[in-house]
Nanobody
Framework: QVQLVESGGSSVQEGGSLTLSCAVS????????MGWFRQAPGKEREGVAS???????RYEDSVKGRFTISKDNAKNTLYLQMNNLKPEDTAVYYC????????????????????????RGQGTQVTVSS
């Protein structure tokens, strides 16, 4: 079982920065594809960033160069550093993990994440005002 708890969401002005955190509770030997997705009202779920078991990162095109995904293994925490935020980044952001041997890409996190080997947190709200 994997438990994920996000924090760090807030309201910021356009051009500002935020860092989201996700506390990860999992078996020490778990090999997880981890990532972030976001859901805005009236919009489709969007995979934002991914981090595979080899440390490779991938991003959705609209956040490349602005967002950075990383993980502190000592703290068992996944992060999403978001810079130069735009109003269109406004959404609820979710941390997610997939235990299956899949292609770990940002787009993968646009899925439902409802399977037995897929996990997601409760979400944290990010609001960017112009």
């Amino acid at each position: 079982q994997v438990q994920l708890v996000e924090s760090g969401g807030s309201s910021v002005q356009e051009g500002g920065s935020l860092t989201l955190s996700c506390a990860v509770s999992a078996h020490p030997r778990s090999r997880l594809c981890m990532g972030w997705f976001r859901q805005a009202p009236g919009k489709e779920r969007e995979g934002v960033a991914s981090l595979d078991t080899d440390g490779n990162t991938r991003y959705e095109d609209s956040v490349k160069g602005r967002f950075t995904i990383s993980k502190d293994n000592a703290k068992n925490t996944l992060y999403l550093q978001m810079n130069n935020l735009k109003p269109e980044d406004t959404a609820v952001y979710y941390c997610a993990a997939d235990r299956r041997p899949i292609s770990c890409t940002a787009a993968h996190f646009a899925g439902d994440f409802a399977g037995p080997l897929q996990f997601r947190g409760q979400g944290t709200q990010v609001t960017v005002s112009s």
